[in-house]
């Protein structure tokens, strides 16, 4: 697959000939505005007051103790979200709400047996330092806390275990899950759903003014709102698939009547990926004998190899009709389709060449998103997947604010190397070239094999690392 990178194109209206060569219905600024231009525009959601439009993403470390304390490579991420100058950081990491529910021996939990709210407070303080540091006020900052259960990926020790909802062959086959296994009861799904509520009561008590119900990325939320053929009370139709959501927010209101409840959801979705024997370019082996493929959220089940946004319209509006007004709008899952969920030059370890162009993947992001604004102009909506137009990202960021596409633009793998880009652009310094993401998938590939995850390849910091000749090696190993 013959593709040009953004950050070969040595401008921005060759970037913007080239974005219009692969669709013409996308477009990007050419000049920057900073902080007078759309993107240093306040917005509210709900009782919060954002002061710009970017957000940083949830972007977990695999950094955290066993016992899920905070270490200082996680407190050094924290700090760094706050210093980027977001104003709207989308809950730092996710954090597990129960041990089995962890998706790596070293992520956050809440665990029992810990002062658990002392190590929130921490993460946050250190946050609101980082942003302060550079003359920043909390004026404006709104800060959320993301909780998860990991579900069919579930690793809490380092070996799956996996805790599903529906059995989804592709992926039991992929994943070794027994056709056997028994799902989660609607007695274990609804103790699960109160973790939800017992971690947000915390997230409240420590001052996060959000929580992040999230159902997304294949975990077990997202997971369930695909399971049309699960029995019981909490699969089967979509109010059904929708009753645990339902039940979570429904209780955090009255655990913690105060705290903004916001949602990151996977709004569209297609056939688990895989690559080719002959090439390692992904494809969706086998959806043909699959039909009508049921399974997923926001794909078609006639040909799953296609977004369907029906059903996602539905739980939009759902989401408008639970007072919920913060959404984060995501795609796919990094597990089964990551040149659809973070669109990269280069795979991780475990995945795949790129099978088309991944600047289509990002655009395919801003189409959802766009489509969720137009039908839904009351909701805040944070787009993804914008890493990887490198340079020219903000020049599309600015144009989809300033046309009313979305709300806020979110940055995920960018933020980890070049958390000051925020601050660059809205004070309409230069970017610092050297600092720039270039998707080269290695915060995905060092904890796909058991590492913490950082930018190995730009940040002196992970670079110095034993993990990053680890690393190296493993690399080595499987070229
Ligand atoms: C190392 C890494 C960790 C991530 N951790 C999370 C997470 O904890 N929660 C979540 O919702 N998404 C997580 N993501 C997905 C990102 O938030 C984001 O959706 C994705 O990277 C695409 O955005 P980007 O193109 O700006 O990187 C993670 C991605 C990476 C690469």
Redesign the pocket.
Known sequence: MKFRSPGKLRSAADFRAYLQSVDPRHDCDIALEGRDGPLGQPMSAGSLRIANRFAT??????DATREGRPTEATLRRWRRFGESGAKLI?????FAVQEDGR?NPHQLFLNDALDVSSDLSRLRDELIAGHRAFGDTEDGLAIGL?L?HSGRFSRPDGHAAPLIAQHIPPLDERYGIDPGQALLTDGELEAIGERFVAAARLAADVGFDFV?V?C??GYLLHELLGARQRPGAYGGDFAKRTALFRRIVAAIRVAAPKLEIAC?VSIADVYPHSPREADRVGEPAGWDGALPYEHSFGSDPDDPRKFDLTESMEFLRLLESLDIRLV?V?VGS?YYCPHV????AYPPSDGYLPPEDPLIG?LA?LDCVRQCKEAFPNLVLVG??????QEYFPHVAQHEVRHGHVDSV???????IYPDLVRDVLDGRPFQKKKI?R?F?D??T??RNGLI??CYPLDPYYKAMPEARQLKAIKKELS
């Open positions: 993403h949830p972007m977990e470390g695999w989308w809950g730092g990491e996710a998706a993301q998860t992040d999230k997304c990325h990151r984060n995501t990094p969920q973070r669109p990269a990002v992001h993804t997947g914008y890493s990887y137009l979110g940055l995920g793998r960018m933020v980890l993401c998707t998938s915060c995905t060092a904890p995850s950082g």
